[in-house]
């Protein structure tokens, strides 16, 4: 059995500010080492800050989405070249709030991690089920449809990416899928990944979905779930550090 280190990133989605964002990256840098990575994906106007603020240790920072377009009119975007040369490791793409919110599909999905495969970023892919999916009993089918698109996009680069599992019903809502409930889908994702590429044993797919202190070490323990990102947590230092620590 592969051994996969595990990877905890925390999503700031739209919040933040530079005297709030010192902080929070203050407390976590005093608070290494962690024995597992760590990440955070912040707003793209506090990207450079953090690069800063971080580029001499081992935390690593990321974008929260990313153009599918290389450069040109398109005003607002930002390319995957951009986030490389702010030293990304990571970006969100396809993110619920992305798809809902935005009418992202899963062919623009697979487009921007394709742009951001192509620059050396890592696409953290997030897929999930709404609530009446899940009651309709169309959770596998729903995160396969959306996961096999993009697998289909990347091709022999599939396995670069990193995969989250975020049930929609579960995203700031307070609830939590249990468990078993995670694991079972995550087990079906490994699956789909080791049978496209041959190499899902050794690929990282996270939970994410109201993951707090309380209930991270129970989800992280599960054996097809490779750590976390994290929303609202991520904002606390001290509830972010929490789950960093359950994850390793």
Known sequence: MTTRRKLVVGNWKMHGSRAANAELLAHL???????????????FVYLADTASTLAASDLRWGAQDVSAHAQGAYTGEVSAAMLQELGCRYTLVGHSERRAYHGEGDALVAAKAQAALGRG?????CVGETLAEREAGATAEVVKRQLSVVIHQLAHCAAEMVVAYEPVWAIGTGRTATPAQAQEVHALLRA????????????RILYGGSVKADNAAELFAQPDIDGGLIGGASLKAADFIAIVRAAG
């Open 121 to 125: 970023v890592t696409p953290i892919v």
């Open 192 to 203: 789909q990944l080791q049978a496209a590429t041959g190499r899902g044993d050794a690929m």
């Open 29 to 43: 840098l005093a608070a290494r080492p962690f024995g597992c990575d760590v990440a955070v994906c912040t707003p």
